[in-house]
């Protein structure tokens, strides 16, 4: 598997708490990464984009015609990419904890 480009999944993991529209996500997004991962609406767009296409995200219908904003949320394929790719990281976090703890201390 390769992983996710890390704008795409920071967007996934922004909308695993609620459907959302951009700049919500981009507000998540800053909050989730403690301000790491600053997001423009060109590449909030672009990576959009790309969900949509790949099946993950789906973009919600409005109840209210009036209403401008595009409303996005997680597809079945994308809860399930998000589960491999954190995954993924939880092996990582075990894994360098075990050789961190296994180093060789400095003389």
């Known amino acids: 598997m ?3 480009p890390q704008v795409a ?12 529209h ?3 996500v ?13 997001l423009g609406p060109a590449a909030l767009y672009t990576t ?3 969900l949509l296409a790949s099946g993950f995200i789906e973009e919600v219908p409005r109840q209210d ?3 401008r904003r595009r409303y996005y949320k997680l597809t079945k394929a994308g809860w399930d990419r998000l589960e491999q790719e ?15 703890a296994d ?3 400095e003389a």
């Open 2 to 4: 390769e992983l996710l």
């Open 9 to 20: 999944f920071s967007i996934l993991l922004a909308l695993s708490l609620q459907p959302r």
């Open 22 to 24: 951009g700049y919500e």
């Open 26 to 38: 981009m507000q998540q997004v800053n909050e989730d990464s403690s301000g790491k991962v600053k």
């Open 48 to 50: 959009i984009k790309q």
């Open 65 to 67: 015609e009036a209403e």
């Open 86 to 100: 954190l995954n993924y990281f939880r092996s990582s976090v075990k894994l360098s904890r075990k050789r961190f």
């Open 103 to 105: 180093r060789p201390s």
